[in-house]
């Protein structure tokens, strides 16, 4: 007779939490039909009918159905949507919603165990994986996107699911659309942040300059000149007519070095600088011109 495997009752016992993890969430994971060929995932966000899920998954605006986990399915309308983080908000007809627990992506590690938690078909999916990295990734709106990579296996329809942490908590929405072969989520500070404000304003608002720009290397005497090492800076290429740049007086040659007391050395620092809040309000920017720093006041516009 063989030997009982010494370590069979670990097994069993991470075996039966796992089961245990994924059918707890699965009570706020939801069937998101949207598109005509598969169906996707969402999550619950509110018990009176919101949902969250990947904008890629959302390809028509009307006759938007959710299963609910108890079996039923009910109708949905799309509340609001954002290309450039790949969220999407929808109200299902429904009340009563279980809603999970959300975590956070800073209490996770490279390497701790995620699972991705779906319904594409009606009941609950999982695959079992671990953080691979926290990284970077291009959106359909070619805007640069922080997410976390994982090994998890993101079959068809598990895109819009939860990616769920060791403790049972949702720390992200899964997305194949985001990095070609690679298992990629929406951290769950970002779907925060978005849903606000599809459910203020039913868009997201993001600042507007109006110019051309290209990362530059900044010479010594330059920062020597702004008091601080700085290695790059973004340099003014172009001008659109009528927009907030040419109303301040920002001309071709001009270098972006900072706005606000904080530094702008690339294209993600500006982006990260003009958030919605800036919108409509004025902010100090610091431009090198002629070799010589000068600062400016630019009343930030909207990105239409």
């Known amino acids: 007779m063989a030997t009982p495997f010494s370590g069979a009752g670990v097994l069993r016992g991470l075996s039966e939490d796992l089961v245990g993890l994924v059918a707890s969430v699965a009570t706020s994971v939801v069937q998101v039909d949207a598109r005509d060929r598969q169906t996707a995932s969402g999550a619950v966000w509110s018990a009176d009918g919101l949902i969250v899920t990947a904008d890629h998954v959302v390809q028509r605006e009307e006759g938007i159905h959710v299963g609910l986990p108890d079996g039923r399915t009910v109708n949905a309308t799309l509340v609001g949507r954002d290309p450039n983080t790949d969220v ?7 009340t009563g919603l279980s809603v999970p627990s959300w975590g956070d992506v800073a209490e996770l590690g490279v390497g701790q165990l995620v699972l991705a938690v779906a319904r594409p078909s009606g009941k609950p999916m999982a695959t079992i994986g671990v953080v691979s990295a926290f990284t970077t990734a291009s959106t359909r709106r070619g805007q640069t996107l922080d997410v976390v990579q994982t090994d998890v296996t993101l079959y068809p329809g598990f895109s819009g699911g939860a990616l769920v942490d060791a403790h049972g908590h949702i720390v992200g929405l899964n997305s194949s659309a985001l990095a ?39 010479p010594a005497q330059i920062q020597q000149a702004l008091g601080r090492e700085q290695a790059t800076g973004l340099l003014v290429l172009g001008v659109e007519p009528s927009s907030p740049a040419e109303a301040a007086g920002l001309i071709l040659g001009d270098i972006l070095v900072g706005v606000g007391g904080s530094v702008i050395a690339d294209m993600d620092d500006l982006q990260a600088e003009l958030s919605g809040e800036r919108v409509g309000q004025s902010a100090l920017f610091q431009v090198v011109r002629g070799g010589q720093p000068q600062t400016m006041n630019v009343v930030v516009g909207e990105r239409q």
Request: hydrophobic letters at 45%; a positive charge; aromatic letters at 2%.
């Open 180 to 218: 070609r072969g690679i298992s990629t989520a929406i951290g769950v500070g970002t779907v925060r942040r978005v849903v606000g404000a599809l459910t203020t304003s039913g868009r997201v608002k993001r600042g507007y300059l109006g110019v051309g720009l290209q990362p530059v290397p900044l």
């Open 88 to 94: 999407a908000l929808l109200r299902a007809e429904a």
